[in-house]
């Protein structure tokens, strides 16, 4: 068995690399759900992207092959977003049985935008950051 958690935590380090750059100098990170999908499929590598929760903002990051940071999508204000998290919207099938997804809706000045997350481990972290966006304060 793989060693997940090393490869998570190396996946969030990639992303808070990424982002620290573009941060304010009073800004700093909360929290990262490092894989989610923009649409709902069976092929986990399409449209793969990171949600990375500042002090200040939520960044959308396109996430290439090997969950390797590219590209900021969105850049939404804390206090102007909206978010709606619903764990069980949608399911696939597949040759290996049904997986369910929650849904993690965000909308703001930006547009709205409709997130996938699979896996009971990170639909809980996108449960936490849904009620810290919803609240403020941290996690």
Request: proline share 4%.
């Amino acid at each position: 068995m793989w060693p997940l958690k090393s490869f998570e935590a190396r996946r969030q380090n990639r992303l808070a690399e990424f982002v620290r750059p573009k941060l304010d100098p009073n800004e700093y990170i909360i929290a990262i759900l490092s894989v989610v999908c923009e649409r709902l499929t069976s092929s986990v590598w399409r449209g793969v992207v990171a949600v990375v929760v500042t002090s200040q903002r939520l960044f959308v990051v396109r996430n290439m092959i090997l969950l390797r940071p590219t590209k900021i999508l969105a850049a939404y204000p804390r206090g102007g977003v909206t978010v709606e998290w619903n764990p069980d919207a949608g399911s696939v099938s597949s040759q290996y049985g049904t997986y369910w997804f929650g849904r993690l809706r965000l909308a703001g000045s930006l547009g709205a935008k409709e997130l996938w997350v699979g896996r009971r481990w990170r639909q809980d972290h996108a449960a936490r950051i849904a009620l810290l966006l919803k609240h403020g304060g941290e996690l």
